[in-house]
């Protein structure tokens, strides 16, 4: 899969049909190979895949709980031995594994295109006086 190069500018439709190619391309890596290969694994465990399931969204609870500033250290102590607990099974910790190297890869195209677009992150203003204290 080679991605083509526009002479001139780029519209809408030639930018989604380069992110297809990419998406082509994603596809063919080891990381999603490997990552598609344990998230079949973890379905035919079917148990395995609904607790997991279920982790998550008590994760996701905890994690709003944290934001709105609810106090759950005991829960959350809770939810980590549990989760940790549950992570030993073969089964998950292969599928938390290849899953963890297919978003790197994922975050790692992002990082580049949002590098390449000069996007805003937040932590421009945050940058620049860190830098102004240190001079």
Request: with cysteine; proline share 1%; charged share 30%.
């Amino acid at each position: 899969m080679v991605l083509l190069k526009h002479n001139g500018g780029a519209n809408k439709e030639s930018i989604c049909a380069q992110a297809a190619l990419l998406g082509d391309m994603l596809a063919q890596s080891i990381e999603y190979r490997k990552y598609y290969e344990a998230k079949r694994n973890l379905q035919v465990a079917q148990e395995h895949a609904y607790i997991l399931s279920q982790l998550r969204e008590q994760q996701r609870g905890l994690h709003l709980a944290r934001i709105l500033g609810i106090n759950l250290d005991e829960e959350e102590d809770r939810f980590e031995h549990l989760y940790a607990t549950f992570c030993l099974e073969p089964v998950v910790c292969d599928f938390l594994y290849a899953e963890g190297r297919l978003e790197r890869l994922i975050s790692e195209v992002q990082q580049i295109c949002g590098d390449k677009l000069d996007l805003w992150n937040g932590n421009d203003n945050a940058d620049r006086m860190r830098d102004q204290e240190l001079n």
